[in-house]
């Protein structure tokens, strides 16, 4: 099993940038596919970006492409996402999620392993 937390999160006018990190424990980390998810009051949780094992591959949502940049570092346990020229519209909670894939998934339901979330608030 894999415990996942989150940090980073904030407050940030639009156009401006954040790095949210998410630390993984256990000994696995590189067997995972991680990813990061975002939900805002009233919606549905949704896909932003994910990364293969040994990050080689990565997906995003097309509302954050050429903005966001999802990495990891298996030596260190750790999955990154870098986010710029941020919109009032990316304000959400922001998860991250694993799970043991040999290909990358973007559906919520495939992923079993989430974090407790990270608050992402972006000022007009």
């Known amino acids: 099993q894999v415990q996942l937390v989150e940090s980073g999160g904030g407050l940030v006018q639009a156009g401006g940038s954040l790095r949210l990190s998410c630390v993984a424990t256990?000994?696995?980390?590189?067997?995972?596919?991680m990813g990061w998810f975002r939900q805002a009051p009233g919606k549905e949780r949704e896909f932003v970006a994910a990364?293969?094992?040994?990050?080689?591959?990565?997906s995003y949502a097309d509302s954050v492409k050429g903005r966001f940049t999802i990495s990891r570092d298996n030596a260190k346990n750790t999955v990154t996402l870098q986010m710029n020229s941020l919109k009032p519209e990316d304000t959400a909670v922001y998860y991250c999620?694993?799970?043991?894939?040999?290909?990358?998934?973007?559906?919520?339901?495939?992923?079993?392993?989430w974090g407790q979330g990270t608050q992402v608030t972006v000022s007009s």
């Open positions: 999620a694993g799970v043991i894939r040999t290909i990358v998934v973007i559906t919520a339901r495939e992923y079993n392993y």
């Open positions: 256990g000994r696995t980390f590189s067997r995972y596919v």
């Open positions: 990364l293969s094992r040994g990050g080689g591959t990565t």
